[in-house]
């Protein structure tokens, strides 16, 4: 078994990997955490020092597959320099179609009471993660509504995409609605 030290980041990326197949599979809740260590091939205390919980393993993986996710949406932002209202509307599609053809992202959404408060009750680091990019474009593309408008815009758009990804309509409808609460509050601001 590996140990933390030995080489942390390749331990880390085996038990996400590992943790990503369970939850893909449909087999997270019935996983232990010393099932998902030995498919990673690293200690159970390995994986305990490195996530601390089930639960901060799943938050991880759901971060990690968003983190890929946000850099097309960052690229998709920064190729429409001349509109960021429409930017932001485009990224709220972008995120709901993964939502639906992500295989881990549509877990997560339609997956069962162990997965689904990664979206709700304990969304806090995925959603912070978003809304600061969103924010950060926003700031830059439109110094003159601040960083508190910019901020408080790109709250509303994610949780309202997460609403829309856990009550689907079509992402084109969804990417609209948002588009036109993203223009009324920057106009507001």
């Not at 085996?14 to 498919?39: F, H, K, N, Q, S």
Request: proline letters at 4%; glycine letters at 6%.
């Amino acid at each position: 078994m590996e140990t933390v030290s030995a080489n942390r980041g390749t331990a880390r990326e085996r038990l996400m990997d590992a943790a990503y197949a369970e939850v893909v599979a449909g087999a997270w809740a019935e996983r232990r955490m010393a099932d998902i260590a030995t498919a990673a091939q690293v200690s159970r205390q390995t994986l305990y020092n490195v996530f601390g919980s089930k639960e901060g393993l799943l938050q991880a993986i759901v971060v990690r597959e968003v983190n890929a996710l946000l850099d097309g949406v960052v690229g998709l932002l920064a190729a429409d320099e001349t509109d960021p209202v429409s930017a932001v509307s485009r990224s709220t599609r972008l995120i709901l179609l993964a939502a639906r053809d992500n295989p881990l992202l549509h877990a997560v959404v339609t997956g069962d009471r162990d997965l689904l408060p990664v979206l709700t009750t304990r969304s806090a680091p995925l959603l912070d993660v978003v809304g600061e990019r969103i924010a950060a474009m926003l700031e830059d593309r439109c110094p003159e509504v601040g960083p508190r408008t910019a901020e408080s815009v790109a709250d509303v758009s994610v949780r309202l995409t997460v609403s829309y990804a856990l009550q689907p309509i079509d992402p084109d409808q969804a990417a609209h609605r948002v588009e036109t609460v993203v223009h009324g509050m920057l106009r507001a601001g």
